[in-house]
């Protein structure tokens, strides 16, 4: 292995330390805290982990957490219901609706119904337009904890050439979108990209958002390119019965020989997703009341 890696776990640490600093002075100079909630429709195991994740994180940071939990057969009216309540609150800065959801709820229409200024999770069509026409909104957080990544490790991106394989809405698009922003020349590579290899081989930076296990082999990355892995896939673990293990989109040990810097799965990428969500409540609160918003946590 001749690659760095690009540790997203201790990179989402210090972001998460960045937001409790900024939570501290909001309470401290202005008696404001910051607030996220969660709504959580059913109880899918794996959506259940991930609220209770974000739960701990926000308190640990110092915000209020606001959990609200509904019955799988909840009606599109009684979230909306609650959706509505949650945009007129003003001790909430932040609403995130956890998906999936059940199959008779739109996602859609329940992204539409948040507040787009509390949507941070980014997803509305509001914000994703803010984002496409340069003005400022709330970013995708995984996207937006990929460009920390970048930035961190490469600081100045003009010029270079990137890579984004995945032109989703909830990732590939907004990812293209933040690294124009940066002057970066941006190709967004998909299913029907023809010779997909060799377009990936163009790249300074590569970023892999397809969710096929191990897609990305080292023929594919250009030597000395900056890897980012976004991609998992869960499999049954080889030496471990009745054990699960992670998969990036890329085929980790033969890219990191080729690349300058790789984010590992797990560990990478995931950790910051959290983090970022985190750090656009506190920027939603900050833009509510007008105040400076904290450096390095937003676009």
Known sequence: MTASLIDGKAFAAQVRGKVAAHVARLKDEHGITPGLAVVLVGEDPASEVYVAAKHKQTVETGMASFEHKLPA???????????????????????LCQFPVPDHLDE??????????????????????????GEKGLVSCTPLGCLML?????????????????????????????????????????????????????????????????????????????????????????????????????????????ARAITPVPGGVGPMTIACLLANTVTACCRAHNLAEPDGLTV
């Not at 787009?116 to 496409?132: F, H, I, R, T, W």
């Open 108 to 133: 859609r229409a329940v992204v539409a119904r948040i507040d787009p200024a509390k949507d941070v999770d980014g997803l509305s069509v509001m914000n994703a337009g803010l984002l496409a026409s």
């Open 150 to 258: 970048l930035r961190d490790e490469l600081g100045e991106m003009s010029g270079k050439e990137a890579v984004v394989i995945g032109r989703s809405n909830l990732f590939g698009k907004p990812m293209g979108q933040l690294l124009l922003r940066e002057n970066c020349t941006v190709t967004i590579a998909h299913s029907r990209t023809k010779d997909l290899a060799e377009v990936c081989r163009r790249a300074d930076i590569l970023v892999a958002a397809v969710g096929r296990a191990e897609m990305v082999k080292a023929e594919w990355v250009k030597p000395g390119a900056t890897v980012i892995d976004v991609g998992i896939t869960r499999i049954p673990h080889p030496e471990k019965p009745g054990k699960t293990k992670l998969l990036g989109d890329c085929d980790f040990d033969s890219c990191a020989t080729v």
């Open 73 to 95: 057969n909840v009606s599109e009216a009684d979230l909306f219901a609650l959706i509505d309540q949650l945009n007129a609150d003003p001790t909430v800065h932040g609403i």
